[in-house]
């Protein structure tokens, strides 16, 4: 008999809770950003898709205040710790 153990993927609150933290920390330090000096109001994951073990892409919209919306690619990777951004790209063309 074979048991998986943990999933390969993050769970839906998690990728949410990291793509929130990431792009208020963002803001911050970027503030001739578009995400400059504006919180995040809500992430709403479309898709997450792994790439290769301890690595997936999540497709999310993120909208900040004001209020504007953005369609975002995060690359995140599982480390010995939890999950962790890589990289970011934004698909809104704007």
Same mark, same amino acid.
């Given at each position: 008999?074979?048991?998986?153990?943990?999933?390969?993927?993050? $769970?839906?609150?998690?990728? *949410? @809770?990291?793509? &929130?933290?990431?792009? @208020?920390?963002?803001? !911050?330090?970027?503030?001739?950003?578009?995400?400059?000096? !504006?919180? +995040?109001?809500?992430? /709403?994951?479309? *898709?997450?898709?792994?790439?290769? !073990?301890?690595?997936?892409? $999540?497709?999310?919209?993120?909208?900040?205040?004001?209020? /504007?919306?953005?369609?975002?690619?995060? +690359?995140?990777?599982?480390?010995?710790?939890?999950? &962790?951004?890589?990289?970011?790209?934004?698909?809104?063309?704007?």
């Amino acid at each position: 008999m074979m048991l998986a153990c943990g999933g390969r993927l993050p $769970a839906q609150s998690t990728a *949410k @809770n990291l793509i &929130r933290k990431h792009f @208020n920390k963002y803001g !911050k330090k970027y503030e001739a950003s578009p995400f400059g000096g !504006k919180k +995040v109001t809500s992430v /709403e994951i479309l *898709k997450i898709d792994e790439i290769h !073990k301890h690595l997936v892409s $999540a497709i999310s919209f993120v909208t900040i205040e004001g209020p /504007e919306v953005f369609k975002v690619r995060m +690359v995140i990777e599982k480390g010995p710790f939890g999950w &962790r951004t890589v990289s970011w790209e934004n698909l809104s063309g704007g």
